[in-house]
């Protein structure tokens, strides 16, 4: 993990942004056009200006595009790495964060569909930057954990996935809908890229015995992944601005995210 | 993951927010994790209007001892007042 020493040289530039996705929208003569979306974006500030960053894509939970992922996005920049983080669910509104993720909520969701192309969106937004290393890693929690591992199996734009407590990645019959119409455990054979999960023992969306069985699935089809569970911290352990808050658990998953996409990345 | 466990109400009400009255005629009941209450989960209810949902939300998170004295007192007083 990229540790400074009180008298180095930091900075980094974050603000709001638009993307393209890779979502089309149809105008009344149905024809396509792209869809554009906000994004929040965080890069590194070095005195190095032919320095190439590595990228991380953070996929926002269900709570909505909130203060804390944004936090999460400045994280990132200032350990080295370009972050974006789009807006899930900029279609659906303005209004404070809780608010539109409610909105959200009570429209079922966004589709995985969707959700995959703004994530891919944003992708092509740094690519087209003279910046990155050519490495991309994504990160999610909640239902972007479940979100990240789909895209995992969906595309192989990503060489590093951080995975934290993504419930509904294996999911029953009942559970399918228009929006979420495949369970990706059952995708975990198409997985590419590096995967690492994390989890709390005390959840109950995913509860330890399917967090098994997504691991079981992984080693069966010979995957690249490191799991590490954590006693004592149940769902959402690391959201510093919530009462499911756990700093002990919290701070190890820190080191662990940041030396996995180290490691996978480059810094 | 957070849960996708919600049910609708319609409803005829009316809230305040900032000092105003707004009319309520939906109310989403959902059980999931709470952004302030203490707890792993709670109920949280969202009451809107449907002709703007985002900017007339008022929002309750309760823990599930809570919603279950609420009920109860709700019941109460509906029984007092001869509605039930």
Known sequence: MKKYNTHDYEGLLAET?????ENKTFDTWGDSKEDEINAYFAKPITKNPDEKFPVVVLIHHLPGWDELYKEFTRKFAHHGFLAICPDLYYREGNGSPEDVAAQVRSMGGVSDKQVIGDLLGATNY?????IH???????GTCSGGRHGFL???KTDRFDAIVECWGGNVIMDESSITDKQPESPASLTKDFSGSLLGLFGNDDVSPPPEQVDEHERLLKEHNKDYVFHRYDGAGHGFMYHDRPLYKQEQSVDAWVKILDFFENKLGV | ???????????????KKNDLQVALDSCDVYYDHPDHVDGEHAIILSFNNKKDPINSRITLELTSESVIELMEKINIALSRGKLI
């Open chain 2, 1 to 15: 993951m957070c849960t996708m466990i919600a049910e609708k109400a319609k409803i005829n009400a009316s809230g």
């Open chain 1, 17 to 21: 942004i638009k993307i393209k996705s």
């Open chain 1, 126 to 130: 740094i690519s087209n930057l003279d």
């Open chain 1, 151 to 153: 895209t995992g199996c």
């Open chain 1, 133 to 139: 290393n050519g490495k991309f890693g994504l990160f």
